[in-house]
Structures are given as C-alpha cells and as structure tokens.
C-alpha cells in the first residue's frame, strides 16, 4: 500500500474491501432485523410491568411495548425481562392494554422468561392488599408467593387433573363430636362457604378431619400447618383417604425443582388441594373454596422476612377477596382468633361436653402451701409424688409424655444453702451444667467454677461451696425418671433432636414445647413439668402462649388418657385446660386487651431504627386520626424503637401512612427504618 504526498487515504487491497463491505452490510441487516423485532405489536401494544426493583417508591407498574416477536409470548402473569435504569430487570407481566398514559417513547420488552403465566390475577390482587396493609412491596411479598423458576421443571409435560372427592356421611361421622360439625361440613359439600373458628376436643385426629373437610370442599384448598411435621401429618391423613393424586406439599425445605413442580401443578389444575407451611397461603389454586390455617398462634405462622405478614392474615384477606370458607383450627385459640367470634365474621365450632369428658381428665397437683414456705424450689414443688404415680399408671397402658420448658440439662444453678443464683467470677454470667457429666462453667463465657464439680465456687453471700440446681432442663429430667423407672425407655426431644414419632408401648418421653412426638395411638398420660416459668414471663402473650404450648401437649393424649398439670390451681391458665375452655380463655384475654387498647382491639406497628432516623420518620409520617405515638425506647447503644397504635378501624390507614412513609423515605434515600405492622410479640 501506498499514500501520496498530499496525505490521502490509503488504497486497500480487495480481499479487504469485501471484507469490510460485508461487514457493513451484516451490521446493517442486524440494525434491521432489531428494529423489526422491537416494533410493537398492533394487538395491545402495550404491557404493564411490575418491574422487581428494591426502592419502595418504584412499587409501581411501568409500561413498556410489546415486540411482534413476543406478541404470543407476553400474556399477563409470566415473567419478563426489561430494560430498566440501564440495566436489565426481571418483572412481572400484569396486563395488556392498547395505549399508554406515558407522553415519552417507551422501551420494549426485551425477553420473555419461560412458558408459564405464573402469577395469577387473584395473586397479584392479593400481593397488593398484603403490601398495604403491612406496609411493603408488592415484589418483596411476590418472593413470597412465586418460588424461583426451574427451567427443566418447567419444560415437564402437564398431568392429568385431580378427581378425589370426598364422602359426605363419612365426613359427617368423623365430626360427630362437635356441636355443628355436621352441618359446617354439609355447608361446605353444598358450596355455601363457612367460617368457623375450630378447637377440637383433646386427642381428636384433626389431621383427618381436616382431610375429610378438604374432600368435601367444591374447589380449591388451602392448608397451611406451623412445620413440616404437620405437613407429613395431614398428607398422609389425605393419602389415606384416597387424594394421593389430589394434593400437593409445599414446604420451604423442599428444594428448588420439587417445589417448583409442586407449585406448577397446582398451576396447572393437576392438584386442587395443598398442604404446606407460610409460602402455601399465596398457592395458586384455581376457584378458592377453603382456607384453613392450623394452630395460628404459633409463631412459626409469622413471616420473619419483609414485609412481614402472618399466615392467618394472609389467608383471611384472600378468603374475603374470593368468597372462600374458612376454618381457624388449633387446640387452643389465639384472641386474634376469639375476635373473629366476637364481631361475628367467623362462627364458634366446638366439641360436646361429652365428648371433651370422655377424651381426657386433667388433674392439677403441686407442692403443699408449708414446702413452699419452706422452699420454693424444693423438689417436691417440680416433680411431687402424683407426677410419679401418673407416670407409673400410664406406662401400664403405653407410652407417656412429660413436657419441661427448659433445654439442656441443668440450666441455672444456685448456692445450695441460702438460694443465691451462682455467677461467674470472670464476667458475673449464669452458671449452668450443659451435661450430667461435663464440667460447670458459665453460660456466657464459658470459664469453668473452680473444680470440675465446682468445688472451688464460694458462694458471695453466705460463703458456701455447694450448688443445686433450681431450675433444670429436659435431659437432667429424663435422668431422674429414668433412675426412678429402671427397665423403662426414657427418650428426650427437644434441640437438634426432635423425635418425629414413637411406637405404642411403653416409654417415657421428655420433650421440650414444640418438639412433642406424636405416639401412635396417643399417649396413655401427659405430664406438665414447671408451669410457673411459662406464667412468669413479662409478656405480651405469655399466658396465651402457655396455653397453647400445654393444649398441643395435651391434644396429644390418646382418647380417655390423663393429663396432670405441676402447678398452682387457682391461676385461670390452668383452669382452662382442667375444664378444657379454649374459648373461655381467650376471651378472658381479649377482654383485657380490650380495656388496655392492646391488638386486636387495636391496631400497631412498630419502627425500629437510629434515634435521628425515627425523628425524621415521625416528621413525614402522616398518621390517621386517633394515633398514639409512644417511644422510642432504646433497644441498645444505637437502636431504639417506637410503637404507633391507632383504633382498630383505623388499621387500613395506618397501613397506607406507613406505606407512603417508607415510598418517601425511599425517594430521598434516608436511613432505613424497619416498619413491622401488627408484630406477633413487642418484648
């Protein structure tokens, strides 16, 4: 190649020319064929996206065109890919529309992600009132409801439809036992959907009768139970009743492609029935005809990720939304659940006197007036003579429960003689013996208390050596049954062991509340060790929950078994559960909730965040008439809180306030505060 003096460009050789000529033209081509995609459809060009960004002030749908290429593909509910901010955004399809409010030039659709309309119209209806009322996004409660995509989950080919149906004099048999069990599950067969608020007598099979009901109900069906043990409960409850192919577990133990494929079949209409923990409240189960949430008060039902909202909310809303029945179960009841009695949206469904008699007598028993006076924390105040003859009774018939509160083995530790509780030396921490045979140290930072039998402890106020053990846990109990029981099989639950089920023989089983194994057949006798540390606890909900914790152990109990409850008679916890009056009691609660304007009777939420941050937070936020700011109250060193409580017909605007509140937040990019609307617990 050569150039002139004049500077001309250089002549290239023809090989090159081509070259570069068809490049040019490749390039061309591909300029074409791009904006012969991107060109927008002439059927309702325009889709409205949900597009999955964080800040909450973009919780809004944006338009974007439909390209001639995606017209078939972009249907309402699938997932999509968009341009957003510069970057590429996952979103959500909602609706197709032929124009759009926008007055600039809108950006296409740049993908459409796999095959399936995964967010049906009554979920996104029912993602946007859970996002109002607790104060959050839609998209944070859609990773909630839509679990991630499996891609060769998705590429399965479609099964045929669920066609088990239930047996109505069956049903009607199964529940016999309540006053109007008959003619709920009648209501439900006849497709006039019922609201009830259920509590079974002790040792019912609810597991069963929940399957018979789902049978029963002319549509879909939701089932949400606390853990994944309940979940195998009811599902084999329904295997066994002939609806192995018409229900489906959600769980969120599952893993991705089983729960992808689970939550597809239920899409699809291959399973008209789920059973599953908090996701499967959001389960897109086509034509809704019973909800049911299963002991509500437990606080697994509590969703711990934003926006926080609670399975029996979540289920109550959608009920209303589509005109499902609803049944709110558990052996005992929460007040949020006594509250739908009490302003008559739900009806009471309780079991005959007779039958609550025949099921289970509950005796109280405890140390005598002068060994308390003596010594409060004398043995016989934990375990008295009648723990042993009730244990001794029940192995004659099968296996025994006894429930303790505490884990581990011995949990505080005390002077033997004057009752001081023992401290460490080095940073003043409770003492506690993890194991009969490992050495005493403290709890908090683990520095041994002399000797290895703490010999070498003196205790501060009366300068003895010796320690005792005041309060212990379910393996120092196990250990003291097992010596006055040889022969017997002692088992423990509780921790990272949790024994899912034990045979029909005789046994002694100590579990830890929540970690109850079911006996097969129920258990011949319950025992309920230690009730005053559930009473003592400076809680909200702390008598509610003891109920509940002591009900679930005591439902446990085989028809015509025996509980026995170590504790003081006249305290109206245990009265509950000697006269079995789950209702009784928690309108009791609800009664003094009502005159401390505590929830239901109100409504609150929490923030909690820096002190400059709620100042500013409380500066926007626009609070509905008959707001009650009380706070902020100092959590730790950089932490405080504040609780605004208004009246309970006032919850929806302070959903909407908090909403706004955050949305502004968010635009001016402030420190975040974490808003948490109608929390299970304030301690």
């Known amino acids: 190649m050569t150039s002139d003096a004049g500077g001309s460009q250089p002549e290239l050789p023809g090989m090159v020319r081509r070259t570069v000529a068809e490049s040019q033209a490749r390039a061309r081509a591909t300029r074409e064929r791009k904006a012969a995609e991107a060109q927008a459809t002439e059927v309702d060009p325009i889709a409205r996206v949900l597009v999955d960004v964080g800040p909450a002030h973009l919780d809004k749908v944006f338009d974007y065109t439909v390209p001639v290429a995606l017209a078939d593909a972009a249907r309402p509910g699938v997932r999509v890919k968009v341009r957003f901010a510069g970057k590429e955004a996952d979103g959500y399809l909602l609706e197709r529309v032929a124009e759009s409010d926008h007055p600039g030039r809108l950006q296409p659709l740049r993908r459409v992600v796999g095959t399936e309309a995964v967010l049906t119209p009554e979920i996104a209806a029912l993602s946007e009132a859970i996002a109002e009322r607790y104060a959050g996004t839609r998209t944070d409660v859609l990773r909630l409801a839509v679990p991630p995509r499996h891609a060769s989950v998705e590429k399965e080919p479609p099964g045929e439809p669920a066609t088990a149906v239930g047996d109505l004099p069956r049903a009607e048999g199964a529940w016999g036992d309540h006053a109007h069990g008959p003619a709920f599950v009648r209501g439900l067969a006849a497709g006039r959907r019922p609201r009830a608020v259920w509590n079974p007598p002790p040792g019912a099979d609810w597991p069963t009768l929940l399957a018979e009901a789902a049978l029963l109900a002319p549509g879909g069906v939701v089932l949400c139970v606390p853990d994944h043990r309940d979940v195998a409960r009811v599902s084999a409850a329904l295997t066994r009743l002939g609806a192995g192919d018409a229900h489906v577990t959600l769980t969120a133990d599952a893993g991705p492609a ?170 003043t921490g409770p003492l506690a013996q993890a194991h009969a045979l490992s050495r005493i140290a403290c709890r908090w930072c683990d520095a041994p208390a002399g000797a290895p039998d703490a010999s070498g402890w003196t205790c501060p106020e009366c300068g003895h050596h010796g320690l005792r053990a005041p309060v212990v846990g379910e393996e120092r109990t196990a250990e003291e049954l097992g010596r006055t029981f040889p022969g017997v099989p002692v088992r423990t639950s509780g921790g990272g062991t949790v024994v899912p089920e034990v045979p029909a023989r005789p046994a002694i089983v100590v579990s830890t509340p929540g970690a109850e194994p079911v006996a097969v057949g129920g258990y011949a006798a319950v025992v309920l060790l230690d009730t005053w540390l559930w009473l003592g606890r400076p809680e909200l909900r702390g008598d509610e929950e003891a109920v509940r914790r002591w009900a679930q152990a005591l439902g446990l109990v085989r028809p015509g078994g025996r509980g026995l409850v170590v504790g003081d008679p006249a305290h109206p916890a245990v009265q509950s559960l000697v006269r079995w009056d789950p209702a009784g009691f928690a309108r009791r609660e609800a009664e003094e909730r009502l005159a401390a304007h505590l929830p239901p009777a109100s409504r609150l939420a929490t923030l909690t965040g820096s002190l400059d941050a709620l100042d500013d937070a409380l500066v926007l936020l626009d609070a509905p008439p008959g707001a009650e700011v009380l706070g902020p109250v100092p959590m730790d060193d950089e932490v405080a809180r504040v609780v605004v409580r208004v009246p309970r017909a006032h919850g929806v605007a302070l959903g909407r306030a908090l909403g706004l509140l955050q949305r502004a937040r968010a635009a001016r990019r402030l420190t975040p505060v974490r808003i948490q609307v109608d929390p299970p617990s304030l301690d």
């Open 258 to 427: 089983r729960r992808y494929r689970a939550f597809l079949q239920v899409l699809r209409g291959e399973r008209r029935i789920v059973v599953g923990t908090r996701s499967a409240a959001f389960a897109p189960v086509p034509d809704l005809a019973l909800a049911v949430v299963w002991d509500d008060g437990d606080d697994l039902h509590a969703e711990p990720r934003a926006p926080y909202p609670h399975t029996r909310e979540v289920l109550l809303e959608r009920a209303q939304e589509q005109g499902a029945a609803v049944l709110v179960g558990g052996f005992a009841r929460s007040v949020e659940a006594d509250w739908l009695v009490r302003t008559g949206w739900a009806h009471d469904l309780l079991p005959t006197r007779e039958a609550v008699r025949a099921a289970l007598r509950v005796d109280v028993t405890g140390a005598t007036d002068r060994q308390l006076e003596r010594d409060p924390f004398t043995h016989a105040s934990r375990m008295p003579r009648q723990v042993y003859d009730a244990v001794r009774e029940g192995l004659a018939d099968g296996p025994v429960l006894v429930l303790t509160p505490r884990r581990g083995y011995a949990v505080h530790l005390a002077c033997e003689r004057c009752r001081t509780p023992a401290r460490c030396g080095v940073c």
